[in-house]
């Protein structure tokens, strides 16, 4: 399809990119419902690494098949999907050229006890090309003491991936020793958090519902200096957009913890008034019986498309 | 020989991978007793690079000599015969192309004191290419705190493997600090495991054996909600199958530590039942006089022959 | 434009380097309104990357966005701009040409707690190529345990950028469990650190202005066996310079923590009389109201330049 | 000269390296005295970086000239000299083709106090095709806390080595936290550490003569079940070339440390009843006069000539 | 210049490196007064790395300057001139051809507190051929806990040196957690460490003149069982230089802190006594008046001359 205006604004934010990368670009913003508006909504599947499938698929054990997100993502008319390698190569093939794909390149699970966070790396750029996908995710954890691991691996890949046209979407998770439960959502912490993401390269970043807890000492300082609004989650998702180059990156928020789906529409809402590109909904998704999940995307993809 | 319908229908599940990798699956799945069924019983010996030569081969000495196990797995007719280096280099040649070689390229001993277990490697794809193999085998260890390291060697060795057109085949052990020894098996701990597996690629995930217990808390909240049932071990199997993937990649199941034939035997049914594809089995084959040996490993073929 | 036998002379300390380098010094020597002095001022933002955007651009939020800096740095007359990976990325297309860019390689948050500090890795010179930088740059901290990998990842970026026709600005910042906070900016550390940063291959060295403080007892010793006039900052300027193979390397001098205005204009002033090659504003140009961080750069440029 | 009967049937159980590889094997065992027997006597010199140049050539000076080995291997018939890389440079040139060389590629010192021992790599596989050394050493410790980091090292040298027709020559020394001062030259731990080696892939293996102790609690479990004669040392020999792939693979035992020349000899019988492959001995032939110490040589190689 | 006997004789030492290597030996051997005498006298400075530009270069502030110490080599007659990266890249071009350059590979600083001492490797062999060097240098700390690193780090570029025919100079310092203040210039720690550089293939070795100390017991008890006359410093440098492969090594001593010029020139001469091959003079060369300086130079130089 031709671009519209607004994609075409956003693909000025990118100008410095090689033309495969601004393809891709493109193939996730002009693909299902919100082809067009600038905004997108992206089906995630990474639950079953980062918690089990027990926990993961347990309320609706259709979801253990990769396939059943394949067509759930296909159905709802979302983006993109997104997951890790082994469920990427069991539709790949299946699937091809039918919706998006983001490859998540590196994973966490809850086995192990570690004390500063750090995701290990399960797949490569050869991997997403190999696979047919038009991005890759990267999960990063500002606040660990494994930061720099974390940010200098990111670095490699997303070198080679802009070398080989590739989007790179960070996911970036405040966690660590440095940080309290409650700051890993604070409101300085996420836009910190989205900001870093940005610097280090990133096309499109995600990060959490910011809350309206300030973490770090500095930032209440800094906030009485210079007051912000930040009652609402729209005035603090227009903060954290604000705070990744102000504006001129694409900024998506997750959906978080399962919840019930009017609660979901509510928060989708408030950060679609905010300025916010989209959402990430996975749990909120999969974990309800098909015809459920499959509404409650559909009404997530409504909130941005009546949003313009 | 021309594919069955089972088989065909199981390389619909890597229709991703290159034709060299589909080739290799269908040599594993097509060789020996169990060709076409799309079951596999598999000969591993490794326990003597693991618990040493004395505790592996002292009640059968003969097992002391890697020409043993080749012509062991061949008699009875094994799908494959999987090895470190040393053992595999040692028939290479001589048994060239007599049954499908498996590569252990990461192994552990029991001579040093290690707080957070972690293989070393021992081989590479290029020694599996040049020794005829193929595929190779990986041990991981979830809930280990150096899984990272392992999740990134076997990262980069599996994507190495695929695009040689090997098969990679995960040992997917929990053990570690984060586990109790009676949580190395639990059915919550082993179906996470298995997941793990194939979220890191792995085409075949070999795993223990699930017993009843459930390790962690998050676990049997999870169960609570969506009761499972888990009573018998042909459940237990059929959980862990269907949580890797909904069933979508070959899991395979050790058959532990030595006993009688008949145990043997009576569990390798229960897997069987549950949908289990097979088993790898060792000690149990070839600590016994060669007669033994043999008619146990037959006996486990004809159980899953019967089971079609 | 010609070269000014200052230009010229300054060439002489970098005949060893390739004509590519050498193209790329004269590039940041004879840009801007000090351009054929041998003297620059430059505009660097990474401070969002350090302290969080908050705290950077809450005093003028529209530094948030990289373009601000990019026409800011262009308007006030600046050699060059200089900033971490993503800002350069949105607008290196769009400004191609209009002032020569420095890409920051490294750098470090405050959301972790460390020990010994080091920036991460956040970028190359394959992105400092593509981008079309003149320049790449570097913080190292000696003071730190962690100064070997820093200077060692400096080595290996050195040579690519020097093999590559790039020039080389080291930041040093003496930081880490080997020294007190005063001593940071001890002149004895602060000469040290310069001399340093020499020593690794930099081309041009950023050092913070000298303190009279006077940290390692060794140093105590050694100035009163040859004494130095150290009174002023326009004296240490000079030693530090002297420092830095006596005068053969560019120094330039940080702006510090954000100050009046006139303050700032002073010790700019003593930095010129002392031989300090120039000046690197961040904080103090952007996070003033536009006309005003004009201005103050304007005015620093001004010094330069009638100094000669 | 044409291959004996003995020597084409070890060259059976290497049928799956490569010509270049099986013919280095020729040149050890059809070298010296010893050629065509299947039996090797070996010269080693690794002892002045062990254990420093005063108490290695104390005892007889002239051993600080490393072309007084040469000469001492070529004269005394051994099948070939060991010694790290100086060493072996200083005359490779000057001997070149008078005697089949290994070159020791790792080493300890005794300087610095270690934990968890682990040598440091001091040549490589490129050296010793350089030098014209027909294999290489390597030494593993396992029991160490660092065994993974010297068996991955050794696994990348070995496919080196072999993919380049060198012989791959394992020192197996158990050491480390896990082991006793006993239960380094215990007769379990032993045969275990000529397994671990053979399972790695070395062509031949180094170890010590075992001692009757048995170190492991399972060790003893494990004999009990299964008893083995161990009461004299050509019983345990007989046993730990049985655990090395039953005999499959060429072990040779250490002389130990210096000791009477009677006593020498008639360990060496002890091993040569055995079935041990042969010996190597470094301080019991250099840290006597040349003439002793020509004499000792020659005499071992008799026992194992008159062994067939 | 032709080739002296002694020089002849030095090279027969030599004779398995490349063409490239031998030239450069001959480059160091022939260059400057001692030129054909097998002696050589060096003047490095990495003094201002080491110990900061104050402490090193405020008794004669020239020194700062990096021309200064190349023009005092070439006019004291030196065999060759020895510094890091950045001094050598500032005269290589201007002074280019006129004295043999010795880049020195890696270097240390003492801003930081460091429990197991490290260089930094902060320069390479590709940096070392495009400046015009004949030789690397390199530090090693054997006693320090870190000593396989930095052995490990030197073999990888002797390697590199020798294929690309350069020289290779190790600096061999014994310093770390297993040794004495006293120790590290003991005879026995010094000749091992002398020897330890040889084996790791180094051409030429530096260590510090060694004291009658003795600091391990195994040496002590050595002593016993074989005397050797260590009483003067002449008896001890003949000692070191025979612990050196029996002289087959070029060693040469530093000249240590600075001192009296009449002491260093008796120092000197024991060296010259004792069959040590040079010595390596920075401070107290380049911390004098240049005049003073380069008297003492030449007054060393003299007394090698006259030793013939």
């Not at 994609?7 to 990368?21: A, D, F, H, K, M």
């Not at 990063?140 to 989007?167: C, F, H, W």
């Not at 098909?290 to 941005?304: M, N, S």
Request: glycine share 12%; charged share 20%.
């Amino acid at each position: 399809m031709a671009l519209t205006d607004r994609v075409r604004e956003i693909l000025t934010w990118y100008s410095s990119e090689n033309p495969g990368t601004q393809t891709n670009i493109v193939r996730l913003l002009n693909h299902g419902t919100l082809a067009g508006t600038g905004r997108l909504v992206i089906l995630p599947v990474d639950q079953g690494f980062e918690h089990g499938p027990l926990r993961s698929f347990g309320p609706n054990p259709d979801g253990n098949d990769p396939d059943y997100h394949y067509q759930l993502a296909i159905d709802s008319g979302c983006n993109a999907y997104a997951a890790p390698l082994g469920p990427i190569e069991v539709g790949a093939s299946k699937f091809a050229g039918q919706v998006p794909l983001i490859l998540k390149v590196n994973n966490s699970d809850t086995l192990a006890k570690i004390d500063q966070p750090c995701s290990a790396i399960t797949a490569s750029v050869e991997d997403a090309l190999r696979l047919g996908c038009s991005a890759i995710g990267y999960t990063i954890y500002p606040g660990s003491g494994q930061r720099n691991t974390m940010y200098q691996d990111l670095r490699e890949i997303t070198l080679e991936a802009k070398r080989k046209g590739l989007v790179v979407i960070t996911w970036s998770y405040p966690r660590g020793a440095g940080l309290s439960k409650a700051g890993e959502t604070a409101v300085d912490v996420c836009s910190y958090a989205a900001h870093i993401a940005a610097q280090l390269g990133a096309h499109f970043v995600k990060v959490k519902p910011p809350t309206a807890h300030i973490e770090q000492e500095e930032s209440k300082k800094a906030f009485e200096k210079n007051p912000v609004k930040l009652d609402t989650l729209e005035d603090r998702v227009r903060f954290v957009v604000r705070s990744t180059f102000g504006g001129k990156r694409v900024v998506i928020f997750s959906g978080g913890e399962s919840k019930g789906a009017a609660d979901v529409v509510e928060e989708v809402k408030e950060i679609a008034k905010g300025g916010g590109f989209g959402s990430i909904l996975g749990r909120n998704a999969f974990q309800r019986p098909r015809a459920e999940g499959l509404k409650l995307l559909q009404d997530v993809i409504g909130v941005y498309k009546s949003a313009g």
